[in-house]
Structures are given as C-alpha cells and as structure tokens.
C-alpha cells in the first residue's frame, strides 16, 4: 500500500494515462533487492515496473511492514548519517534536514484537472486566488518529465533526487535528499495519483497524510458522499459515564494536538483520544455521522509541547519516535523551545543547525516547525474505538481559531446551514510569512485551506447537501477561542485543560440543556451556565462581549474575502447566511 503513495508512482494503466510514459528510458533488469515482484497484484507489478524504468533506480525494496524491516531501514539510515540515535530514550532518532526542506510548500503544491474551475473558483476582478493552486495537464507532463526521468540514479553528480543520495559539484550542504528548487507536490484527482519530487518533509512526503487523506480523500468523498476533513476527534465522558465524541476543525497553532489528547481540568470527566488531525466521516444506515482517523501515528509540532501543556504527548514520544530539526542535548536527549525542562548540570545544547546553543540565545534551539512523529497506539489516552472499522458517533463539529479580539470564547450556530456558513468564516492569527509585518488574521475556511481536492465553493455545496440526506441526524455545530486578549495583551481565558468546561457546556446543549442565549452571532452561554468554579476571576463579560464595530469590520472582511475569492461559485445559501448575519450585526 505504501507504494502507491511513493514519489513518481501512478495508479493508472498506459493505455489510460493522459502522462506519456514512453519517453521513459528502458533498463534491462530491474534488481529488486527485498521481495518478490511477482507476488504482487498485476495492477501494482505493472506500476512499479514502469516507476523503475522511469526514475531508475539502483534496486527495488518491496516492503513487507515488518518490525525487522523497520530496524534494518533505520540502521541503513544511520549509517548514511541522515538519522543519528538519540540514546536517553527507547529508540528514538534524530533526523536533521536541509534547512531549506523544513515545512510543507503550498506555492508548489497543485492540483491537475483539465478545467481550471474543477480545481479552484476564479477570482472576482483578477485577484490572485487563496483556495489552491490550479496546474493544466499539458503543464504538468511538462514538469514530471524534467523531473523523474533517471531521478533515483545515484552516483552522477547531479543535483536532482526523489530519494536518492544528493551528490553535489562541489562543498555538500547537507546529506539531506531534496531538491527545494525543482519540489513539486502534485495530485490528479481523476486518476487517484499524488506525484512527490523533492522534498522529504512530512507533509510533501509522507503521502498518506495531506495528499491523500485530505486532498484526494475529499474529492472521493464528494463524489461518493462523505466528508475527508482536517479534523481531530476526541471522546469525552462526564462525571455520570455519559460518553460523546466530537470533531474539531483549527488551523495551525491553534492547539489541536493540545486539544485532542486533553487532561481535563475539571474533576470526574475523562478525555479520550481518536486521532488529532484527519477525520474520515460518513453517516451510517441509522442516520448516524460516523467518524474515522485514517492515520496511524501523531506529526505534531514539538516547539510548545510540555508535561503543562500536553502531558499526554510527552509520555507518548519516549520511544519509538523520529524527531525532525529539534535540538539535542549531551546526554543524548531532545530539546525545544517551551518543552519547560531546565537543563541538568553540566548538559549542553546542540541546535536543530549544528550549532552549540544556550538558553538565552536569540535564535531557536528547534526549528519552530520541528516535529515528533510518534505511533499513535503510544498515546496514554488512546479511544478504545481508534481503529474499530465503524468509526466513532459524531455529536457535536467545532470550528475555531485564534482570535485575539472579538470572537467570543464558545457559541453555537443556529443550525446547520449556520455551521457551514461559521466553517466558510473561519479566520485565525499566524505568525505572518515573511513579507508581512507582525502578525496577521488569516482566512482559512474549515482549516482547509491548504488541503482542499477541488473547487471550495462545491466543496460548501457538498457540506450544505447533508442537510437533505434522508433520516441524516446532524450534528450540531460550535465555533470556540480559546486566545481572545484583554486590552493589556492578556489572556482572558486559560485554555488547555480548562477547555473542558467549554466541552462541559457543549455536551449539555446535546443533551437539550436549555443553557444559551441568543445572540447576533449565534447562541453563547447563559449567564452562569459555563461551570467557572475554583478558575477564581474571569472576566466573562469580556470574554463574550461582542463589540458592534468588531463585528462590522469583521462581516466586511468575511464578505469581501467569499465574493472575492469564491465568486461565481459562492452558493446561495451561504451568501444568504452572510446577508442574515449582517442584517443582525446592523440591528446590534
Ligand atoms: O505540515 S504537515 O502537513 O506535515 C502537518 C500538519 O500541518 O498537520
Ligand atoms: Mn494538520
């Protein structure tokens, strides 16, 4: 299965292939160094075959997933000096990268169809498009073909590789194998195949993840009637063994891992972890969203992670886990900005670069984008039902973000064309890229943004067509902010494990709990209905306050960014959802 997803790869036979395969230069033998070709489904043989005669490699490796081939690969890496092993902790490794290959690459990830508008919706007035990165077909052959052929052939002193050893005319910069000049991330969702070239960061490599769970996975659901999103899923039961799970959509640095491995704050209940970033949801014969991770390990981001703010990822990442661009300490140990461990006596620092590092120093020890990649059966609260096939009831989809002024701490749609409409408003603050200044309030819709198989305005018009599914029971949909700030810059709420006395309030509005009031926005706590006790003071009425010229400006930008960006293919609904919201907002 792994194969599929391998760079250059395809699943298409010749014959129905729009990619030319015949300029692909023939070998005579293929040395398949591990496994037996033959065994293989024709269908795959046939693939791997032609891979092989196009990038040429020195030998084929057919996987078996067995724990002694996870050994012998992390020996072989070693010894090619790309892993190093990190000696305090069980089986743990250390891997280094080309510090231009450290994060996913969204200006050099696209999506091929023939029509442009399959992919994306064409901006109003010429603006440049947000929702993804559309590539023609005859530009893409183009691309493949100045990239794969003989790209695995080691020993030519050629900088171009997809998993080859880079072997540079002149000073190495770094064993790392990449080619940040020629990366290309591409998906065809009509044939079902991702292409990789360049990069071996998580997100542009491990194809099982953002190219297919998410990217692929969300045109196949539409086709077939289900939902791919970039969600967690977690199960919570109250202190009386009443058990409900939701999915959460945040974009980056919202805490989602934080969020979906929770030790609730409040006595007697109980968080249990499904999986913290893709979830797989159809509904079931009774009407049912059922819920899955296809994933079978966490890729969360170290900078921040600490016994504090997610004891449970610590204790999940003692073994058996590969760190990537963290810094390492002398006694063979990991080290990241806020992983809150003072250093013993005597240990010293080596940064995610090489360098000798000190607390205090301006630059980072880890990269901010480094990362533990972990099994997920490691995790301490792991859901009994993880993996059951059938997947897990959804009650309840939150949408969030980090939303410094505002946006009240909980509230719930009014229902669910509300929801979809809250999930296409979706905004959240981010470290700005580099040629802005500060930082910035970012559109990303269902914290989808960069993960979307096709065009955002069907992917709303498939989300709205639940509604008319027969005998659908819907979930019911929240939107929360967990980081609004008082005048001062402070926190007005304190997050992590406290959140679960937002899930409290959510899990009681499941129930009927008639615990909300009404507003412009849509439903928020009653006074008094959020379980506060023993948080000592908080400022509640600022952390609901809804300032009339927040919300004016906001509904401003929420629509100049849907007319603009989604345009033609903005559906009616939502638009008629926008219109209520600012007839409200006015009324304020
Ligand atoms: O950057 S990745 O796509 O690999 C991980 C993530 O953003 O969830
Ligand atoms: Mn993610």
Same mark, same amino acid.
């Given at each position: ?31 398949? $160094?591990?496994?037996? $070709? ?58 280094? *990268? ?9 200006? +050099? ?11 994306? &919706? ?33 020993? =030519? ?11 540079? *005319? ?11 000049? +020629? ?36 045109? $196949? ?5 289900? $939902? ?38 409040? &006595? ?76 013993? &006596? ?8 090489? +360098? ?5 120093? +301006? ?7 480094? =990362? ?7 995790? &301490? ?8 096939? @059938? ?8 949408? !969030? ?29 981010? *470290? ?5 200044? !500060? ?11 960069? /993960? ?15 509604? @008319? ?8 949909? /929240? ?47 009653? @006074? ?15 952390? /609901? ?17 849907? *007319? ?12 008629? @959802? ?11």
């Amino acid at each position: 299965m792994a194969a599929v997803y391998r760079p250059g790869l395809r699943l298409s036979r010749p014959g129905l292939s729009p990619w030319g395969w015949s300029s692909w230069r023939s070998i005579q033998t293929l040395r398949v $160094l591990s496994g037996d $070709l033959g065994q293989l489904p024709a269908g795959v043989r046939d693939f791997v075959e032609r891979s092989a005669r196009l990038c040429q490699p020195e030998g084929i490796h057919i996987c078996d997933g067995t724990e002694a081939e996870n050994t012998a690969t992390l020996a072989l890496l070693e010894k090619q000096g790309l892993i190093r092993k990190l000696p305090k902790y069980n089986n743990c490794w250390l891997a280094r *990268t080309d510090p231009k290959d450290v994060a996913r690459v969204e200006s +050099k990830t696209v999506i091929v169809t023939p029509s442009q508008r399959d992919t994306v &919706p064409l901006p109003a007035g010429g603006a440049r498009g947000q929702l993804g990165n559309w590539m023609s077909p005859a530009e893409f052959q183009q691309a493949v073909d100045e990239r794969f052929p003989g790209c695995m052939q080691g020993n =030519r002193g050629r900088d171009t590789e997809a998993g080859a050893l880079k072997i540079l *005319t002149g000073e190495p910069v770094s064993h790392w194998p990449c080619n940040p000049e +020629k990366t290309l991330i591409g998906h065809v969702p009509d044939q079902r195949e991702i292409v990789s070239f360049g990069s071996g960061y998580g997100g542009n490599s491990l194809l099982g993840k953002k190219c297919f769970a998410l990217r692929i996975a969300s045109r $196949l659901a539409r086709d077939e009637g289900w $939902l791919a999103e970039h969600m967690l899923i977690l199960g919570i039961t109250n202190p009386a063994g009443k058990k409900r799970y939701v999915a959460a959509a945040f974009p980056s640095a919202c805490g989602k891992t934080n969020l979906a491995m929770m030790r609730p704050a409040l &006595p007697g209940w109980k968080v249990e972890c499904v999986g913290d970033d893709i979830a797989w949801m159809r509904f079931d014969s009774d009407g049912r969203l059922r819920a899955i991770n296809p994933e079978n390990g966490f890729f969360g981001v170290a900078p921040g992670t600490s016994a504090t703010t997610n004891p449970n990822a610590m204790a999940t990442i003692q073994s058996n886990t590969l760190f990537t661009n963290v810094a390492e300490t002398s006694d063979g140990g990991v080290y990241w900005e806020g992983i809150d461990q003072p250093l013993p &006596p005597g240990v010293t620092v080596t940064s995610w670069l090489g +360098k000798p590092w000190k607390p205090g120093d +301006k630059e980072p020890c880890a990269h901010p984008n480094s =990362r533990f990649c972990a099994p997920a059966r490691q995790c &301490p609260i792991m859901d009994p039902a993880w993996e059951a096939p @059938e997947g897990v009831p959804i009650d309840a989809i939150i949408f !969030g973000g980090r939303r410094p002024k505002g946006v009240p701490l909980v509230y719930e749609a009014f229902n669910w064309r509300h929801g979809v409409f809250v999930g296409s408003a979706m905004r959240s603050e981010s *470290t700005a890229a580099a040629e802005h200044k !500060g930082k910035v309030i970012m559109h990303d819709p269902f914290a989808m943004r960069p /993960f979307f198989g096709y065009n955002f305005g069907r992917y709303l018009e498939h989300w709205l067509s639940m509604e @008319e599914r027969k005998g659908a029971r819907l979930p019911r949909i /929240f939107h929360v902010n967990w980081f609004r700030r008082d005048e001062a810059g402070h926190f007005l709420w304190p997050g992590f494990g406290e959140n679960a006395r937002v899930l409290d309030w959510i899990c009681r509005r499941l129930e009927g709990e008639d615990s909300a009031r009404e507003t412009p926005i849509g439903l928020v706590p009653k @006074e008094g209905a959020l379980d506060l006790s023993g948080l000592g003071a908080i400022d509640t009425t600022q952390l /609901f306050s809804l300032p009339k010229d927040f919300w004016e400006q906001e509904v401003r930008d929420i629509r100049s960014y849907l *007319t603009e960006q989604v345009n033609q293919d903005l559906p009616k609904e939502v638009l008629a @959802e926008l219109e209520a919201l600012e007839g409200r907002v006015r009324r304020m």
